[in-house]
């Protein structure tokens, strides 16, 4: 292998443990009423998941310690927002407590699988567009309530927050769907 190839799949192994670690400080933002901030570190995870993506296939395929890593880090970001948001009464868009334990469920069902499939058992189309409408629909849950179109008369902050709540709610449920379809697909393979 070429050490610029090399290089590549160290840069892409490196940003999938950083990803791994932004749950911490994501969770704590959120506890800490610094939604901003906590928007931008799911932002910062989901663009991390798809540049270690596009490294590893750069670097003609991630190493197989970053194939098995790469869906955990996705999973331990993505359920900080999750179980936050299924906690909070207060806030617009609260996540029914059932339908967060149904994705963690089976996310871990997931990775039981793949820890046992050879090369760490690929992402499907339909997992990997999970991925997508998973952090798409927790951005949007997650838009700041001070963030607006930078003041002026007419739309708000609050109703854009308002719409843009509303629109990650109704992303969130075909996210589900597509979680659930994507763990019987999975499973039917083994």
């Known amino acids: 292998m070429s050490l610029a190839r090399s290089r590549l799949r160290r840069l892409a192994d490196g940003l999938t443990v950083g990803r791994a670690l932004l749950g911490l400080p994501l969770i704590l933002a959120l506890a800490g009423g610094a939604a901003g901030l906590a928007w931008w570190l799911l932002l910062l995870g989901g663009l991390s998941d ?50 967060v334990w149904l994705l963690l469920a089976r996310e871990l069902l997931i990775s039981g699988w793949r820890s046992g499939a050879s090369g760490g058992g690929p992402a499907s189309p339909a997992g990997k567009a999970k991925t997508v409408l998973q952090f ?55």
Request: aromatic letters at 14%; hydrophobic letters at 50%; glycine letters at 12%.
């Open 136 to 190: 798409a629909s927790l951005l949007l849950l997650l838009w700041p309530l001070g963030w607006g179109l930078g003041g002026g008369q007419g739309y708000g902050q609050t109703d854009l927050a308002a719409t843009l709540h509303q629109l990650g709610w109704w992303l969130f449920w075909p996210s589900l769907v597509l979680a659930l379809s994507s763990a019987w697909s999975y499973l039917r393979r083994r």
């Open 50 to 99: 798809w540049a270690d993506g596009l490294l590893a296939r750069r670097a003609g395929g991630g190493s197989a310690w970053g194939a098995r890593l790469d869906p955990l880090t996705d999973k331990i970001l993505i359920a900080a927002p999750l179980l936050w948001l299924a906690a909070q009464p207060s806030w617009p868009q609260q996540l029914p407590l059932w339908a």
